[in-house]
């Protein structure tokens, strides 16, 4: 496979994020359709606090971060979807004046920031100072630290995001959500073919935990790869007519992950549904109807943007029409 040149530039761009291929992956908004994606998942308490926030209600987001504790995964899905939300950074500011010291509050003001900072309507500088000011209230959480490198993986250098990233494993080895932003980065930047993304996801595989989800992290590797060659013009836009998962080293990567999935199920993990739409995505891909389906029907109505938006489709008709595809409508 031919190396890809790289997409991100050395430095931040603050009023643009950069090329459209490294932004993150668009949401659809088609009305009435049940497979539109949702940030918040299946996540029943996040989606009532989501709500709440949204009329002002801060005290709900203040109660579902207490009660999360220290499940990082978890609370970085959560503070970060609830950061999504338009007014959030007005409503996180008002929570942190009544709670000054409040390390909750602090890390979802950050988070807003970034998200402001990411759509060039705020300067990365303070939302990098609101991160590093909310880390120094919770030294062991490793959310702040993603909050810096979400600006690090779309605005920063590869120095500052590999560093960012090490600060987040220091405090969860296994943080989901930083090694798909990684994972993401590497593919856009590696200009000698695939062997530092490979490396890099089968390494994190091997070193997680039995039941870890990131077993399926080969398989987002690969995804991401296509997405870049895809967005550059070096393989077709559809994984299938690419050929994407029928190269030996990808359906290697797919069939561990799958048997992965058959042994120990993700059914806890608060970002499931992300793998299990890679499973399916690659499944598909391969024509391996059959275990397609298995995932479409475990999936439900919850599809991802990611990978089903790659390289620039409607991630909502996509995985329609894949899921009809295999399971008939």
């Not at 530039?9 to 950069?18: E, L, M, N, R, T």
């Not at 605005?155 to 932003?181: M, S």
């Amino acid at each position: 496979m031919p190396p890809t040149p790289p997409l991100l530039g050395p430095g931040p761009a603050v009023s643009d994020p950069g090329p459209a291929v490294v932004r993150a992956p668009r949401a659809a908004a088609h009305p009435g359709c049940e497979h539109c994606p949702d940030d918040a998942l299946d996540d029943a308490e996040l989606i009532s606090a989501r709500a709440a926030l949204t009329q002002g209600r801060w005290q709900s987001a203040r109660s579902l971060l207490l009660h999360t504790g220290d499940d990082w995964d978890r609370r970085g899905h959560r503070a970060t979807v609830l950061a999504r939300e338009p007014y959030a950074t007005a409503w996180a500011r008002e929570w942190l004046l009544a709670e000054p010291g409040s390390a909750g509050a602090a890390t979802l003001y950050a988070l807003t920031l970034v998200r402001r900072a990411l759509r060039g309507k705020e300067d990365p500088e303070r939302a990098r100072e609101a991160c590093a000011g909310a880390a120094a209230l919770a030294p062991a959480d490793p959310t702040p630290w993603l909050g810096l490198l979400l600006l690090a993986r779309y605005l920063g250098t590869d120095e500052e995001t590999r560093r960012t990233f090490t600060e987040v494993r220091r405090r969860h080895p296994e943080h989901h959500h930083a090694h798909h932003l990684m994972a993401a980065r590497i593919a856009e930047t590696e200009t000698g073919g695939t062997y530092e993304l490979c490396a890099f996801a089968e390494r994190a595989a091997a070193e997680a935990p039995a039941d870890s989800p990131l077993a399926v992290l080969p398989v987002v590797a690969y995804a991401e790869r296509h997405r870049v060659l895809a967005a550059t013009g070096r393989a077709p836009a559809d994984p299938a007519a690419a050929g994407h998962w029928t190269e030996p080293s990808a359906l290697r990567a797919l069939g561990a992950a799958f048997d992965w999935w058959l042994e120990w199920g993700i059914e806890e993990h608060p970002r499931r549904h992300i793998d299990l739409n890679h499973l399916a995505h690659a499944t598909f891909g391969a024509g391996r109807y059959a275990e397609a389906a298995a995932l479409f029907q475990r999936i439900g109505r919850h599809a991802t943007p990611a990978p089903w938006s790659y390289p620039d489709r409607d991630p909502c008709e996509a995985f329609r029409a894949a899921r009809e595809r295999v399971l008939g409508g």
